[in-house]
């Protein structure tokens, strides 16, 4: 597909947008629902992962194939081993089976699951033969991608014995794993967390419940920055809730220091341009609970002229592209400056902003929909836009709702 090519945007943002629930939320949600049938889903994210996390939970096929979808390749994974009577093949895209699953599949085995490797070792596709976990006890260590640990913990509760996870070193993404508890907490799953260790009761059947699912924060992140680059905007984002279970919340925060203050209604969110800017201030964050917003903190940092120094962003390297270089490939291309180490970024203040550019996405939605506010300083192009429907399919439609 060709660029898509943004004029410079001369209005101030405003109007108000209702964004899909949150995809990791469905996503763990979907896997539940399976276990407990009489768990109800409202504002389930129509995301391209979460559909496709949905068609693959109720496949009948023997080789399910999931593309770029990464949460839907762990969670699937603890999911079919437990799956009894199921024999699978699970794949996915080239990028995919160069993204690894050792860890998980390590911690699997040890609970006694089957599972093979059919090309390379460590990494999918994987054949899976469902059968019942009757050991309870397994290690990890504490700074993998969180999406291993809640793959382990989502299907806990089913296990004969339940389950103790036990941590090695220090847990790096707290909020996902917190998220993934709690939701298990409001279906009356019954567990511990201990400083290094986790322990989840076995719970074969659960009461009729219904879950609203919340509105993505990660997707909200867009809009912050528009509103940032946007003197006098504002704009209105649905639903969110002051106490959210996902980590991207922060933005909130983090955006006040980047002219943006965050009003709480009931079920929605109004975000307004201050104008209450110190643009010399270095913005100096940890990012290691929420490295999805580290794309749109720095290029809305870039588009403001700003220094950003980014750290905790070790697990970038191996989401949909190495997100670190690939920012640091699409910022210099329009003037920046970006040092890049494994787990950190440095962006340089800068004063101009090349025109025309042609943004590379990478096959990654957040790079398509981070780069798009600076719209609002020049006319860009960016390369693959129907990237985005990983997240949210009606992104373009959005943007263009509050931007024209």
Known sequence: MESLKINKINKTVSGSIKITGSKSESNRLLVLQQFYPNLKIENVSNSDDSVLMKKALTSSKNEINIGHAGTAMRFLTAYFSVKENSKIVLTGSH????????????????LGAKIGYLEKDGFPPLSIEGKKFTKNFVEIDGN??????????????????GLQLKFKGKITSVPYIKMTLTLLAELGVELVWDDDSISIQPKPIIE??????????????????LCALSP???????SYRKTSLQGDA????????????????????????????NVSKLIDLNLIGAPDIAQTIAVTCFGLGMECYLTGLHTLKIKETDRLVALKNEIEKLGGEVHITNETLHLQPSIKINENVNIATY?????????????????????????????????WKDFKKITT
Not at 98 to 109: H, T, W
Not at 232 to 238: D, M, P, T, V
């Open 232 to 238: 006098n905007s504002e704009i209105k984002l649905s």
């Open 363 to 395: 096959d990654d939605h957040r790079m398509a929909m981070a780069f798009a506010p600076l719209a609002l300083k020049v006319p860009i192009k960016i390369g693959e836009p129907n990237v985005v429907s990983k997240s949210y399919p009606t992104f």
């Open 95 to 110: 990028r995919m089976k160069n993204r690894p699953i050792k860890i998980l599949v390590d911690a699997l085995r040890e």
């Open 250 to 277: 922060v933005l909130a925060s983090i955006y006040k220091d980047l002219g943006v203050e965050t009003r709480f209604n009931e079920r929605s969110v109004i975000l307004k341009n201050t104008g209450n800017l």
């Open 144 to 161: 993998v991608s969180s999406q291993y640990i809640s793959a382990l913990l989502l299907i806990a509760p089913t296990l004969k014995n």
């Open 208 to 225: 009729d419940k219904t879950v609203v699912v919340e509105s993505d924060w990660s997707s909200a992140s867009y809009y912050y920055s």
